[in-house]
């Protein structure tokens, strides 16, 4: 992955963020009948929580995996924390009865991990990139591949320069 410097800059705020997570809960709303959200780490904690909101779901469970190092480059994935094995097997250890969220997927290769974990189970993401995409069920908005999306947790109250000026980031 390129340095974030060098990419297109995606700043997203609080208020963007909970409406799209809102946007995909209710895309969600209606295409399963899920008894529990496996949360990808650290991203995923989020949009999990507003989506457990608004479908009813109170049973969360987090799986952490590792991908990014630094913020700036995309490294091994590396299971820090698997998935309870109660949760796992609520439908026989498929994870048809499983929402799987996380905040953004980049290459897929996490989401591979995950699904592998649970095949049959729902995936869904805030945003996609075109790599990752074939790996979501429901997403709300597509990014490009060069695009670093900046979410509210990483940022501060900071002056953006117009695109205009020739720094994107």
């Known amino acids: 992955m390129e340095n974030p410097q060098q ?7 609080w208020d963007q963020f909970h409406r ?15 008894e529990a959200i496996v949360c990808i780490t650290r991203g995923g904690l989020v949009p999990a929580a507003i989506v457990a909101r608004e479908l009813g779901i109170r049973l969360i469970e987090s799986v952490c995996i590792a ?15 698997p998935i ?34 649970l095949p049959e189970a729902h995936f869904a993401t ?3 990139k075109p790599t990752g995409r074939p790996m979501v069920d429901t997403f709300v908005t597509e ?20 695109i205009s000026h020739g720094t994107a980031g």
């Not at 991908?67 to 924390?81: F, I, T």
């Not at 999306?149 to 940022?155: A, G, K, L, N, V």
């Open 7 to 13: 990419q297109k800059a995606f700043p997203v705020s």
């Open 20 to 34: 799209d997570c809102r946007a995909l809960a209710w895309r969600l709303s209606g295409q399963g009948k899920w």
């Open 67 to 81: 991908s990014y190092h630094d913020y700036d480059e995309q490294g091994a994935l590396k299971v820090l924390k």
């Open 84 to 117: 309870d094995p109660k949760v796992i097997n609520l439908d026989g250890g498929k994870g048809k009865a499983v929402l799987v969220i996380d905040d953004l997927t980049d290459t897929g290769k996490t989401a591979k991990v995950v699904r592998d974990m």
């Open 126 to 128: 805030v945003y996609a």
């Open 143 to 162: 990014v490009s591949q060069d695009t670093w999306i900046y979410f509210p947790w990483d940022m501060g109250w900071q002056f953006q320069p117009p």
